[in-house]
């Protein structure tokens, strides 16, 4: 049997805990985020990025098993989609995140 790239990734993310999928915000980006304006959110939004486990598996993703603009176009396109997907489901239901 072939041990493709395709079930490599899907192996991998059944080995993730649940728990590891979800990243916290610390005390400090907290009271950031209740009193900074816009370069603070944009600074707390680049934070998110590099430390979210969602953000850091799509860059291993591309960096590592994607070799074509086109297959490259559409991993960022379902990855952005997704995200969409929840913002607009937690805007729709009023799903709020307690930062306290």
């Not at 041990?3 to 993730?16: C, E």
């Not at 486990?53 to 799509?58: A, R, S």
Request: net charge positive; charged share 10%.
């Amino acid at each position: 049997m072939r041990f493709t790239r395709y079930k490599f990734i899907i192996l991998l993310f059944l080995l993730i805990p649940v728990s590891a999928l979800a990243h916290g915000i610390s005390e400090e980006d907290k009271l950031r985020m209740l009193s900074g304006g816009y370069l603070q959110y944009i600074g707390l939004g680049a934070t998110h990025m590099l430390t979210g486990y969602d953000h850091l598996l799509f860059l291993f993703g591309v960096v590592f098993f994607l070799t074509s603009f086109k297959d490259i176009a559409k991993f960022v396109t379902a990855f952005t989609v997704g995200h969409c997907i929840t913002l607009i489901f937690a805007t729709f239901y009023q799903i709020t995140w307690n930062y306290f």
